[in-house]
């Protein structure tokens, strides 16, 4: 909202009349503060009703993926099957190839598994998080502004440090 100064003002200050008051400079900031605060819920609005449309299209995308996902685990079943009826073809007993199929179904689940465990194994604790996690009863405590008496993390290349038991000050 724009404020607009009467056609009194370019005259000077000697010859503008008493009836037309300019707004105080307080007058002028709580508008300001108004409109300001309009345009952020104004801006909010916007942003929940984006986010809302974005959210539906992302959340109809998941949907169409599973459904692709649980119609490409049907077409292997049906792809196994029909290696399986191959081998027989081939002259081999129905339930040998079945049970070759079988076998190598459980080889690849097998080393899967393996794979996963490995990578699992491989995951690091947050060690940062554990470490601030129980200093947190100690930090809970307050201490008067200059008397604290903790060690404070001290953190370089990402990596925190701890100092030693030294005492500091704010």
């Given at each position: 909202m724009a404020h607009s100064v009467s056609s009194a003002s370019s005259t000077s200050p000697a010859v503008r009349g008493t009836g037309a008051e300019e707004?105080?400079?307080?007058?002028?900031?709580?508008?300001?503060?108004?409109?300001?605060s309009t345009?952020?819920?104004?801006e909010i609005e916007l942003a929940k009703a984006e986010v809302g449309r974005s959210a539906k299209k992302a959340g109809i995308s998941v949907g169409l993926f599973g459904a692709a996902g649980v119609l490409a685990a049907f077409a292997g079943i049906y792809l196994f099957v029909t290696i399986a009826e191959a081998l027989t073809a081939l002259g081999l007993p129905r339930w040998v190839s079945y049970g070759i199929v079988t076998l190598f179904l459980l080889l690849l689940a097998?080393?899967?598994?393996?794979?996963?465990?490995?990578?699992?194994?491989?995951?690091?604790?947050?060690?940062?998080?554990?470490?601030?996690?129980?200093d947190l009863p100690e930090l809970a405590r307050r201490e008067a502004p200059g008397e604290r008496h903790r060690a404070v993390p001290e953190v370089s290349n990402g990596r925190v440090k701890r100092q030693g038991t030294e005492s500091y000050t704010l």
């Open positions: 707004p105080s400079v307080g007058t002028l900031v709580q508008s300001a503060m108004a409109d300001l345009l952020v819920r104004a097998g080393i899967a598994a393996m794979v996963g465990l490995r990578l699992i194994k491989k995951i690091e604790k947050p060690e940062r998080t554990i470490e601030t996690l129980r």
